[in-house]
């Protein structure tokens, strides 16, 4: 079946260093992909979307690439502070978004 | 532009009684979508309106209902409350119904079924 799976449910960094998160999917092609945000309690945030012909997107420290090859995107956080501490989300983009439990990033100080 | 709110924010319900949230979308966006969120559990899709239609259903039970308006604004209503209905209910509003659409979520309605 279609799926797309976050690599890992959680991620511990230094504050400084780079987060990287993927999300891989299987037999599915999805023709982009998006990236949220989501803090204990609140709502997700929409942070970027990246289409199947661009290899690459950015937002401030935030970097997307998508590689249709590999059937990955992956998500970059450089210059991560504590700040970033929250719960990402690459949903998997059918006619509606579903969404996985993510993968939960501690930056640590 | 002000954001997707939601109200109440907060709501104790007792088993077996029945409740209805609101969501106001983003100005202009005329897709409303609702989830449940039960702690430590991903977003659980529950419906989605667009143009007051109901596009889309998840897999929840029949007590679990919605409706939308010709403003956009949307209500989601559960009957006969279960212990299992406590979760974080959170609306996302998007310019059309196509996921291809970032959806912008409101902060929630924190329910609690006692």
């Known amino acids: 079946s279609q799926k797309i799976e976050q690599n890992s449910e959680a991620l511990n960094i230094q504050e400084g260093k780079t987060a990287t998160l993927t999300c891989n999917y299987t037999?599915?092609?999805?023709?982009?992909l998006q990236w949220y945000r989501q803090d204990p309690g609140r709502g997700p945030v929409f942070l970027l979307l990246i289409r199947e012909n661009e290899k690459e997107k950015r937002k401030e420290r935030l970097k997307v690439t998508f590689d249709t090859t590999l059937k990955q995107s992956l998500f970059h956080i450089t210059a991560s502070q504590p700040a970033d501490s929250a719960t990402y989300l690459c949903p998997y983009p059918y006619y509606k978004l579903s969404f996985g439990a993510g993968t939960t990033v501690t930056v640590r100080a | 532009k002000a954001g997707v709110t939601q109200t109440p924010r907060y709501l104790i319900k007792t088993r077996g009684q029945q409740v209805t949230l609101s969501c106001s979308p983003i100005?202009?966006?005329?897709?409303v979508s609702w989830y449940q969120q039960t702690p430590g559990q991903g977003l659980q899709f529950l419906f989605e309106?667009?143009?007051?239609?109901?596009?889309n259903k998840g897999n929840f039970p029949g007590r679990f209902s919605g409706r939308q308006f010709s403003n956009s604004r949307s209500e989601m209503n559960v009957s006969t409350l279960e212990l299992g209905d406590s979760a974080l209910y959170l609306c996302a509003s998007s310019f059309t119904g196509s996921s291809i659409y970032e959806q912008y979520f409101g902060p929630g309605t924190r329910l609690t079924v006692t």
């Open positions: 309106y667009f143009s007051e239609t109901q596009r």
């Open positions: 037999n599915y092609s999805p023709a982009y």
């Open positions: 100005s202009g966006h005329r897709s």
